[in-house]
């Protein structure tokens, strides 16, 4: 198999998305041929895959669409068998079968916390998606978000689960056992990740003084501003520490001596830093929202992301109870078992092996048959929630 993956999201900021693309590649290459399209090839140095040097230009977010639309296609020629597209959206009269993955539809979803260019350029890309052999969901949550939605037939849609960005690899590093106690909280500061409830109830607990609440994660400047305008409000700037880029060692020390893990996510598509403090034995408290109890299960205490009085109840529950911090924490690490890199990448072959069989079928039956000559017609803009 010889596979041609749209890396073009990845621009070095090794969040998200960025990590699933990096992760997946990485496993990928050890079971076939990959060539992955990227302006910035030195993030792959370490890959046992080609790389294709794209523009510049595509590291924005318009510019990457453009390129999408316009330019992606002319690289899919006969030397691969299948394109990958790790984000939803797939080129139009693409020559090769595409599979394109959609790891969320918060901008339709939790629609009144984003912007409208951006809800308006996210609708512009799913309507591509009437390109695409195959779509793969991160989550059953989320397949069932595109089903709702009519965006694609549910038998064209395959659940595959991701694995950690990070695994316990602190060594040395002992940059969590600076700030103990604290309670940790790792995914940026865009809106639908509820940090600002977060922080109005850590400032409620009644717990020890000496307990710091750690922030981890990327956000524009105003998304920051806005995280400490929140905390000044609070009066608790001197027991919050934002630290904004860090490298894994020190995430995952971060991870593992933390005194518990919140993460208040308002709508996930999967809940990677779950996963990640799942495979750390973190004890996790979470939102009872979206895809996060799918993935957690039994290896979390939920709680109503959108009542900052239940945040506060379960922080306080769980920094009081030791044995039940025990238990959560025994049961997130069996549960981290069952996701993993290696898996995902193999269900992505067995999947592309599938549509490209599929696709040669099709056309030996019938060899002028033009594929997607017009748009799927079920497809409709649903009704944000």
Not at 27 to 44: A, I, K, M, R
Request: some cysteine; overall charge positive; hydrophobic content about 40%.
């Amino acid at each position: 198999m010889n596979l041609l993956v749209d890396a073009s999201f990845h621009t070095g900021i090794r969040v998200g998305i960025a990590r699933y693309i990096e992760c997946l590649v990485r496993e990928l290459s050890f079971l076939c041929n990959v060539t992955v399209l990227t302006s910035v090839p030195d993030l792959f140095s370490n890959v046992k895959c080609t790389t294709i040097s794209i523009p510049a230009w595509t590291r924005s977010h318009r510019g990457r669409l453009l390129w999408q639309f316009t330019r992606l296609r002319n690289y899919c020629t006969k030397a691969y068998d299948l394109l990958f597209c790790p984000t939803p959206v797939a080129p139009p009269f693409c020559s090769i079968p595409v599979i394109s993955v959609v790891h969320d539809l918060t901008p339709l979803i939790a629609h009144q916390l984003h912007g409208s260019k951006y809800k308006a350029s996210f609708l512009i890309a799913l309507k591509s998606l009437v390109w695409a052999d195959y779509i793969v969901a991160d989550s059953h949550y989320t397949k069932q978000q595109i089903i709702k939605r009519g965006m694609f037939p549910a038998e064209k849609i395959k659940v595959i689960y991701l694995g950690p960005g990070i695994v316990e690899s602190f060594g040395n590093c002992d940059l969590g056992l600076e700030f103990e106690p604290y309670i940790l909280y790792v995914g940026g500061h865009i809106p639908n990740k509820n940090v600002p409830r977060l922080i109005t109830a850590f400032s409620q607990i009644n717990h020890s003084a000496h307990t710091k609440l750690v922030l981890v994660g990327w956000g524009t400047p105003e998304q920051i501003g806005s995280t400490l305008a929140t905390i000044d409000g609070t009066g608790i700037r001197n027991r919050v520490i934002l630290m904004p880029e860090i490298s894994d060692q020190e995430l995952s020390s971060l991870y593992h001596h933390c005194s518990l893990f919140v993460f208040p996510s308002l709508c996930e598509g999967f809940g990677l830093p779950v996963l990640e403090a799942m495979y750390h034995g973190a004890p996790i408290a979470c939102s009872y929202s979206s895809s996060l109890p799918e993935i957690a299960a039994n290896g979390a205490l939920y709680f109503d992301p959108t009542r900052t009085k239940s945040i506060c109840n379960t922080i306080e529950l769980l920094l009081s109870n030791q044995t039940l911090r025990h238990q959560l924490s025994s049961a997130a690490r069996k549960r981290a078992q069952l996701f993993s890199w290696k898996n995902a990448a193999r269900e992505l072959l067995q999947l592309a092996e599938k549509v490209v069989h599929t696709r040669r079928r099709v056309r030996s039956q019938s060899p002028q048959r033009h594929r997607h000559s017009k748009p799927h017609p079920d497809y409709h803009e649903g009704t944000a929630e």
